[in-house]
């Protein structure tokens, strides 16, 4: 079956750095775009960052924006997550997620993974 599994997150300090990996398997998906989304309690589901199938085009949340970045190694089958400055407010579990286009809204994404939880203290 189709599986997405997300990885590296943990308990940081604020202004340190993460990096995620979401690895896939069950199919390749070279064609589809990637995203990253959060969820933190109480909230809904918020967009992150997206990234094209090539990796040629890449769309970032504004609160995200120039700390974080989004990068794929299709032949890994993988979609990583480059998370630097981090700040309390950047606190929840984190999801990948794969679809055949690069939106920044949930409905759009067809596959999924369990997420990762980031924690980022003050």
């Known amino acids: 079956q189709v599986q997405l599994v997300e990885s590296g997150g943990g308990l940081v300090q604020a202004g340190d750095s993460l990096r995620l990996s979401c690895a896939a398997s069950?199919?390749?998906?070279?064609?589809?775009?990637r995203g990253w989304f959060r969820q933190s309690p109480g909230k809904e589901r918020e967009f992150v960052a997206a990234i094209s199938w090539s990796g040629g085009n890449t769309r970032y949340a504004d609160s995200v924006k120039g700390r974080f970045t989004i990068s794929r190694d299709n032949a890994k089958n993988t979609v990583y997550l480059q998370m630097n400055s981090l700040k309390p407010e950047d606190t929840a579990v984190y999801y990948c997620?794969?679809?055949?286009?690069?939106?920044?809204?949930?409905?759009?994404?067809?596959?999924w993974g369990q997420g990762t939880q980031v924690t980022v203290s003050s």
């Open positions: 997620a794969a679809g055949k286009l690069l939106t920044t809204t949930t409905q759009t994404y067809n596959y």
């Open positions: 069950g199919r390749t998906f070279t064609s589809y775009a």
